[in-house]
């Protein structure tokens, strides 16, 4: 009984604080293009609104993945999903630029995630990218 009442008083918590991670690179190649992923765990996703990009064509996007998978452990049954939003963007010019928040909607609630900004410098920059990791920004819903 007194787990189920700490259930109950917990429960709540975790939904405040679903996380949406936001997975970039830091720096790009003026010819490359690259995906900017917007990934939400365990959680309803309906729908993405992504702000305007001036600065960035968009070649490809929104492109929907999700997966899910559910663990047994004796009585213990734990299930995991997650949806993934891809975009495969290009720059049009060199310089810092910022990529506005994107507006998910998620467990039917309006989650607005926090803006990124990306490097352009001249040339192609597969090498270096392949070596430095993209970033992942986390977001929380307050």
């Known amino acids: 009984m007194r787990s189920f009442l700490l259930y109950l008083l917990l429960f709540p918590l975790s939904l405040l604080s679903q996380e949406v991670k936001i997975v970039h690179p830091t720096e790009v190649g003026q010819n490359d293009y690259f995906e900017l992923k917007y990934i939400v ?24 993945s999700t997966s899910s998978s559910i663990m047994m452990s004796g009585t213990n049954v734990k299930k995991s999903c997650t949806t993934t939003y891809t975009y495969i963007l290009e720059p049009k010019t060199l310089g810092t630029f910022k990529i506005p928040s994107a507006i998910l909607m998620i467990a039917g609630k309006q989650v607005t995630a926090k803006s990124v900004a990306i490097k352009v410098v001249e040339g192609n920059n597969t090498a270096q990218r392949a070596s430095n990791r993209s970033q992942q920004t986390p977001i929380r819903n307050i």
């Open 41 to 64: 765990e365990n959680d309803d996703v309906t729908d993405i609104q992504l702000p305007r990009l001036n600065d960035f064509t968009i070649l490809s996007g929104p492109n929907l």
